[in-house]
């Protein structure tokens, strides 16, 4: 169907570009849409949220109009509709399944920014140039619209449905569907979570809470100042500009987790063991699946649990969610937990200068760009990671 929504969509706006973000397609909707007219964008599979942040950064400036690809009816009406983040709200549904998505979907924007809304899933949309500034880059896969909702009333931009005559493919009741709306259920749960802006500029769910979660009541004391840190940081980085600074979630981060540390050792040596790990492996987690094969490395020799790191490394690397500090504090609180248990006090202070020497490099050069310009380290940071 793309080549019609193309074609029906040069035609009602004539001086607009039409983009399509092919989102790994596996078919001939590349070749169907440029035959249209179309710039096509062809992308890696990341879901939709990212293929649209891609297509976003490659439009033009201005008011954009989103759409599904297999969209049947006119939009012109959606142009005037009053806001600066109009929703299209199909005047007939069909298919579909029970509707749990939606109102789950419909709850939790009531929730975060206490609007209503009829169609919170609607892929149709106008956006102004305050909307397009304050929504991208949208949040990743099919939680981008309840996202983009959330985010333009939260910046006091006015949001307004129009009920429109279109028609779409509806997914049915059957597995398809069904896996479908799950993941879609998935997304909005997550976009509407903590987010973080990875090194492409891409928007991301933090997910790395899920470690604390799992690692007992000193990591998540170590992902909850991480996720202090995620939510309310400012502009500093290193350990340096952060005491400058004085109070900001960095000091809080680099007083607690040590802190947590003491407390859960009853040594000097655990605690700088801690904090120092907790450090190193926020250090390194500045690309996709760096920090969790640094951690999985040194897991298997102390002993640590390797479950959750397992578990969230393929969904990393393929940039579908990040760790955050929230995340990369509680797997290097969990090594130095480990390294307490598993070395002699000689071999902590061993550890510590280490660890020590790693954050001295860190403040002073960029350890990531140490890894890249190591060729076997370089070729096993790549290892496993989109392009």
């Known amino acids: 169907m793309i080549g019609t929504t193309v074609a029906r969509l040069r035609e009602a706006f004539p001086e607009a570009e039409v983009i399509v973000a092919d989102d790994g397609s596996r078919d001939r909707t590349a070749e169907v849409a440029e035959e249209a007219g179309a710039v096509v964008l062809r992308l890696p599979r990341r879901g939709k949220g990212q293929a649209l942040s891609a297509a976003e950064r490659a439009a033009p400036p201005g008011a954009l109009l989103l759409c599904d690809a297999d969209l049947q009816g006119e939009l012109e009406a959606l142009l005037h509709g009053g806001g600066d983040l ?75 449905e129009v009920e429109l005559p279109l028609g779409h493919r509806a997914t049915g009741r059957d597995l398809a569907g069904f896996v479908h709306r799950a993941r879609q259920l998935r997304d909005t749960i997550y976009a509407c979570g903590p987010q973080g802006i990875n090194y492409r500029g891409l928007r991301l769910p933090l997910v790395g809470w899920k470690v604390g979660v799992t690692g007992g009541p000193v990591v998540a004391a170590a992902a909850a100042l991480g996720l202090a840190d995620d939510l309310w940081s400012g502009p500093e980085r290193g350990f340096r500009a952060h005491l400058r600074s004085g109070r900001t979630t960095g000091v809080l981060k680099l007083v607690g987790i040590p802190a947590v540390g003491l407390l859960a050792t009853r040594r000097v040596s655990g605690a700088l063991l801690v904090g ?28 640590a649990p390797i479950g959750v790191a397992v578990l969230l490394l393929p969904y990393d690397l393929r940039e579908m969610a990040m760790l955050g500090d929230a995340g990369s504090n509680a797997l290097g609180a969990m090594l130095g937990l480990s390294s307490v248990k598993r070395f002699t006090e000689r071999g902590h202070w061993v550890a510590i200068g280490a660890l020590a020497g790693l954050t001295i490099l860190g403040e002073r050069t960029s350890v990531g760009d140490w890894i890249e310009h190591a060729p076997v380290l370089s070729w096993l940071d790549r290892l496993g990671r989109q392009t």
């Open 86 to 160: 109009n929703i299209a709200a199909f005047a007939e549904q069909v298919g579909g399944g029970f509707g749990l998505a939606k109102r789950i979907a419909r709850g939790l924007i009531e929730l975060r920014c206490g609007l209503e809304l009829r169609e919170p899933l609607s892929g149709q949309r106008f956006l102004s140039a305050a909307a397009r500034n304050a929504c991208f880059p949208v949040a990743a896969g099919f939680g981008c619209e309840v996202r983009m909702t959330i985010d333009a009333a939260r910046s006091r931009l006015s949001v307004r």
């Open 276 to 303: 120092l790990a907790a450090n190193a492996v926020n250090q390194l987690d500045t690309r996709p699946g760096r920090a969790l094969k640094a951690y999985l490395a040194a897991a298997v020799p102390l002993d």
